[in-house]
């Protein structure tokens, strides 16, 4: 579409930050810069934009940061030099080959981001698990989303999201626990309140160990003691049982597994559960009560329940809630999984982690790997999974590993015990960093460096968190001589002789990769770009000849993608594997996101409105806490664990309950100095199924900062 005016185009997009997905319309001016707006049409937003979305243009406009060509050097003692993308991928492919050829295919890893486009996931997948023989491809959404994904699979059959945004509109009762929506998910949260003014008796419930602007709309607040959650939904569980508050025609015919939870979650009693929770009987029994009561029930989480080392139980405690009840495939109801990242959908659509096979197929199924196989016509696809995030920098660290390749991601400030992270990618061998910024901590140990194209310089596909796949047009072209990471990833296999990557544009890779999803339960072999484009937005499954706009739903007639075809209900323990507070450390450390800052910053720190929210790191301390060390609001403090250290100024608030204190995520090294790093303290311990780490519990001390 074209505009008048002093526009040249106006073309539609995705916003690249969050997983709700809002649709934009991209104006490019005739000085080349772009401005945005929210997408009136778009049935995600309906125009609506968070502050970050508003400010999305600043993040392209603004080249001064930018990568502009590619460098290398050819031993770690030189500085990096400029060179050609033919000279940086040919000497890449001769490393990696040599690696390959005298230590194997597991030597080489790719950790790449759920903010790559499904195209960029699906060539860098393909390379890896098809073409060089090892599972060693994942990415941040490891840190993410993974527990959510084990849990769909263990409770659904497959990671399905069974609902959409527009069941928020038909739902009664929210249950929306370890998660900040009104902040990390805003344009979704919007919808709730939107939904909850309109109807004021719509019941929400927010649980959390904080007291969060979320809350603000809450008829109830569980501020359950950190890490406990297992148990408050067990107990809950419990209740809707005693109340005879269950959907007994749903549990006998479309779900298995109720006999062992009754009887796990009975051997809890109330009186129990309060107190391991922190909260009152009273408010157990309305929670239960609500959700009792409701005739749509959604329950919404993300990082605080899966950013822990019992991330898939706490899932699967909480789907069960919505199982019992039977509150999913049906309008209104279901659990809503809030994807942090804009494209970990899209990446788990196309296999994009070290345990995931393209199209929901399963690694350990052998038809399923000669299957992928066949349609690449590449290597024998390894039967075992590759290593997860946070196990590549262990394995750098121990020599397993010797070349890296970072796509996308900043690991030097999102990973746990970060300083290990950086120990890592000192003694890595060979260090491939693709980036867009020339700001991450990356690229001082990089060997190559290779400059990509932002969002709205490259066209793709991205998939949000209600199995919503969006066209994002390119709008305008990217500075020097950085080009789209799918590119890059065909340029750098075509040098390692492997065939299968000659496509001339993302059209075809997009097609290529539809074309695997055929006959699957993800199946969007009829969305084509051309599809994509006219309707701009379409929820798979889309077969050919599907209906305009998608799949709404999944389970609408309660067949689940297990071999029963019936869900589970796990009975899961709530016992609880975390680094609990001592002597030596004795508070409660969790850590989180602020509302206008994005991960590690690379591009909301850009922009000077949104830097005006929150200027600083702080640590959120209650007055209780600080009054026994003789802290006072914006002392600095020295916050030390068994891994680290940060220097941050006290925040007091009674938003936080005594004993536990809080550290925004954020960020990473500051004019070299990285005491403001929360990862420096936090825990790498990890969930044993998801292998996502333990951010949001590990034991720290704090001290009033002393001038040495
Ligand atoms: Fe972007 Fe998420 Fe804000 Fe929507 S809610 S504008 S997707 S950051």
Redo the contacts with the bound molecule.
Sequence with gaps: MSSPGKNITSLTS?????????G?VVNKEKNGDITVS?NKDYP??KG???????N?HYTVNDKSDRLLYPQMRYNKSMPLQRVSWDDALERTAAVFKTFIEKYGPDSVAFYASGQCLTEEYYVVNKLMKGFIGSNNIDTNSRLCMSSAVAAYKLALGEDSVPLCYDDIELADCFYVTGANPAWC????WRRVEAHKAANPDTRIIVVDPRVTDTCSLADLHLQINPGTDITLNHAIGRLLIENGDIDIGFIRSHAEGFEQYSALVFKRTLVESAKICGVSERDIRLAAKYIGEAKGFISMWTMGLNQSAVGVNKNLSLINLNLITGHVGKPGSGPLSLTGQ?NAMGGREVGGLANLLPAHRDLKNPLHRQEVQQFWKGKPISPEPGLTATEMFEALNDGRLKAIWIMCTNPLTSLPNVRLAEEALKKAKFVVVQEVSNKPETLAYADVILPAAAWAEKEGTMT?SERRVSYLNKITDAPGEAIPDAEIICRFARKMGYPGFDFKNSTEIYAEHVKLTAKTNIDISGLSYEVLKEQVSVQWPYKKKSKAGGTERLFADRKFYTPSQKAIIHAVPDAFSSERPDADYPFILTTGRIRDQ?HTMSKTGKVNKLNQHIKEAFIEIHPRDAAAMHLKDGDITVVTSRRGEVQVKVKLTTQIKPGVVFLPMHWGKILGSDLHRANNLTNDALDPISKEPDFKYCAVNIAKYKKP
């Excluded at 995705?14 to 809002?22: A, E, F, I, M, P």
């Excluded at 609506?48 to 508003?54: A, F, I, N, T, V």
């Design positions: 995705t916003c690249c930050y969050c997983g709700v997905g809002c934009v929210g995600v937003n609506m934009l968070c502050s970050k979305g508003m999305l998910h805003p344009i979704l804009p949000n994005w």
